[in-house]
């Protein structure tokens, strides 16, 4: 790693970004400003942490911008076994974090098209085609990405990722660690486990390599702890949407979800979140809704669509509807118990094996099911989504099993994750419309 490149870090990084970034979060907290479209009549003001989500995410973004050449640098999966790289010093992006931050930002058309000129196609998951397209124009609304020095994908969420990062390592010219995790039907065996264990071992030699340094094994359980400590944190932040009314959306959990897929392992990420769930449980003394007449509740199944939050919260907040729990939030926080720093390669091989994506389709049927009674829901929306094949398989199944077995409507509704060309306000208005209708009936 070169002198010039740690004095740039240094300097760019510790001396004057992160003092900005504390003092602009600062004043943000001492003087909070609403924002000036916000619906005041119909969800409650943002929450307080907002201002400390943005400085995490910001400080992220700023390290990675000057990363280059410092330190060592990964790009992974989002269910990437993360722990054993934060460990050997990585800067750690995670693609389909910046993809759905695109999405927030409405730059997905832009990228995309990049990468839909290149020759990839539409019917590619748009969080590979947004940030191939970013790496192919070079252009990101957050500045400046990293250059990789080694990638990893795990399959634990979809087989796209195998593909993508095939893409990027050719782009790159740099290792790429594929850690493959055999599907989990009823429960993990002791072959997949023992599968997974190897592909860890073998990749910590290559990462050490690339990292130019050996694997402490008691960072790496220090590491896991925070890890643990975070998703736990997490798990409970969503378990507060079960109060009524719920202190928190899902579209608030949409957004403070970064950290856990980007920042676990992190002491800031486990202070974080204890200052949120303070933040909630204040909320619920006061009897603070995040909408403000709570008059039903629903569950969202599959991830969220990013250009469209406001509007969803608003078009049901309207209607007195609140979102108050996910599938997809509740992903990063249910795998929380099976986190043991005292068993580090066994524990991370039986964590990232068992996410809801590598569970099957009767696993996350259970999961709405136990969602439904233990969140006293009255609805189901589900997010067909155009991209994620893996997480859209068996909706209507699941779909008409929730209406059978709880007699609640649900709805399926198309879109796309991170591209709004697949999504149709009208069509999307009108669906909405007679699915309020239902669940007043
Ligand atoms: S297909 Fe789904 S799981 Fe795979 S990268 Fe895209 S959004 Fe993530």
């Known amino acids: 790693m070169g002198m010039t490149a740690s004095l740039k870090y240094y300097w760019n990084v510790k001396v004057t970004g992160q003092p900005f970034l504390y003092w602009q979060r600062r004043q943000a907290e001492r003087y909070p400003r609403i924002p000036s479209r916000w619906r005041m009549d119909i969800l409650s003001p943002p929450l307080r942490i907002g201002a400390r989500t943005k400085e995490l995410i910001s400080r992220h973004y700023l390290e990675g911008r000057y ?3 410092h330190r060592p640098v990964a790009w992974v999966t989002s269910g990437g076994p993360v722990e054993i790289l934060q460990a050997l010093g990585f800067y750690v992006l995670y693609p389909e974090n910046h993809g759905a931050l695109c999405g927030v930002r409405g730059a997905v058309v832009e990228l995309s098209g990049m990468a839909e000129n290149a020759g990839y196609s539409t019917d590619i998951c748009s969080y590979a085609r947004t940030d191939i397209g970013s790496v192919l124009s070079g252009k990101t609304p957050v500045g400046h990405l990293p250059k990789p020095d080694l990638l990893l994908a795990c399959t634990n969420i979809c ?12 782009h790159f010219e740099v290792p790429l660690i594929l850690i493959d995790t055999p599907f989990v039907y009823t429960k993990v065996s002791d072959h997949a486990l023992g599968y997974v264990k190897k592909q860890l071992e073998n990749s910590i030699s290559i990462s050490e390599q690339v990292a ?26 969503i378990s507060r949407g079960r109060h009524q009314p719920a202190p928190i959306s899902v579209f608030d959990q949409f957004i403070h979800m970064a950290p856990i897929v980007e920042m676990r392992g992190k002491k800031e990420t486990v202070y974080f979140y204890a200052e949120l769930l303070r933040e909630l449980d204040e909320n619920i ?20 669509i990013w250009y469209r939050l406001r509007y969803l919260a608003e078009y049901l907040g309207e209607h007195g509807i609140c ?15 099976l986190m043991n720093s005292e068993k580090p390669l066994e524990s991370i091989a039986r964590t990232y094996i068992s996410p809801i994506l590598n569970q099957g389709t009767k696993y ?22 155009r991209s994620c094949k893996p997480y859209s ?27 709004p060309r697949a999504y149709a306000d009208e069509q999307v208005a009108s669906r909405l419309a007679s699915f309020v209708e239902m669940l007043d009936d």
């Open 67 to 69: 990363a280059s050449g």
């Open 323 to 337: 979102v108050v729990s996910s599938t997809y939030t509740n992903a990063w926080g249910e795998l929380a118990s």
């Open 364 to 385: 996350k049927l259970d999961t709405m099911k136990r969602m439904v009674k233990e969140f006293q829901l009255d609805g189901v929306i589900l997010h067909s989504d």
């Open 159 to 170: 087989q796209t990722v195998l593909y993508w990062y095939r893409v990027l390592a050719r």
């Open 393 to 419: 398989i068996g909706q209507i199944d699941q779909r008409n099993k929730l209406i059978q077995e709880f007699g609640i409507p649900a709805l399926l509704l198309e879109a796309d994750h991170d591209d």
């Open 212 to 237: 130019g340094c050996r694997l402490d094994y008691r960072h790496l359980k220090q590491i896991i702890r925070l890890s643990k400590d975070a998703t736990e944190l997490w798990q409970e932040i």
């Open 285 to 304: 003394a006061k009897g603070k809704g995040a909408v403000r007449n709570e008059r039903k509740r629903l569950l969202w199944d599959n991830l969220p």
